[in-house]
């Protein structure tokens, strides 16, 4: 089976400083790899996804994420985080047709 | 743009006691994805259906069932409930083409 792992349960960052939200995956095969974010009592928001093609992947709210094969993984990234970024993150990868999740990693930045 | 209205968004519900969660694809969309996000956890598939039929299965109980109308809409039907039970249930569609999931706002499920 597809899976992916977040090796952190937390992240704590300073306003305007970079983001780094890391992602490991184990698949067989080409990985369809995906970062959706959720607000507090919200539901997931797609913000971006590799698939093929570029390793640099460009989403939502300034977001990006490199698919690194080598080191089988797909970081989530963003120059300079914001307050309002702070969420819970969760790295998903395509098994079969459905999405199997990461374990999610808490992001706070702070003002 | 696509997108999943879930209802109702909040159920509180007794033990041994029964839920009918709902799930309206806009515009009508022939796939539908159910996940069970606990508190504190990632959310884990639970099952999916393909054009009213059962496309595959992951950890649902068997106290769950579920089904998707000839509207399209689709129904989480729990029975004999329990504490564990308490969770945000999503529904998704795969937007054609975008291997995207589009989930809807959720339903809070808690169970007393």
């Known amino acids: 089976a597809q899976s992916v792992a977040q090796p952190e349960d937390q992240v704590n960052v300073a306003e305007g400083n970079p983001l780094t939200v890391k992602c490991t995956y184990s698949v067989s095969g080409n990985p369809y790899l995906f970062w959706y974010v959720q607000y507090p009592n919200r539901g997931l928001q797609f913000l971006l996804k590799?698939?093929?093609?570029?390793?640099l992947v460009k989403g939502s709210y300034g977001f990006e994420a490199e698919f690194n094969k080598s080191q089988t993984s797909f970081h989530l990234k963003k120059p300079s985080a914001l307050v309002s970024d702070s969420a819970l993150y969760f790295c998903?990868?395509?098994?079969?047709?459905?999405?199997?999740f990461g374990a999610g990693t808490t992001v706070t930045v702070r003002a | 743009a696509a997108g999943v209205i879930q209802s109702p968004r909040h159920l509180i519900k007794e033990k041994r006691e029964t839920a009918t969660l709902k799930c309206y694809p806009i515009p009508r969309h022939d796939t539908v994805y159910w996940y069970q996000q606990g508190p504190g956890q990632d959310p884990q598939f639970l099952i999916s259906?393909?054009?009213?039929?059962?496309?595959d299965k992951g950890s649902i109980p068997d106290r769950f069932s579920a089904q998707q109308f000839s509207d399209y809409h689709s129904e989480l039907n729990m029975s004999s409930l329990e504490l564990g039970d308490s969770a945000l249930y999503f529904c998704?569609?795969?937007?054609?083409?975008?291997?995207?999931?589009?989930f809807g706002a959720g339903s809070r499920l808690t169970v007393l």
């Open positions: 259906f393909y054009e009213k039929m059962q496309s």
């Open positions: 998903a990868v395509r098994d079969d047709y459905k999405l199997s």
């Open positions: 998704a569609i795969a937007v054609s083409g975008a291997n995207v999931l589009t």
């Open positions: 590799y698939i093929t093609g570029d390793n």
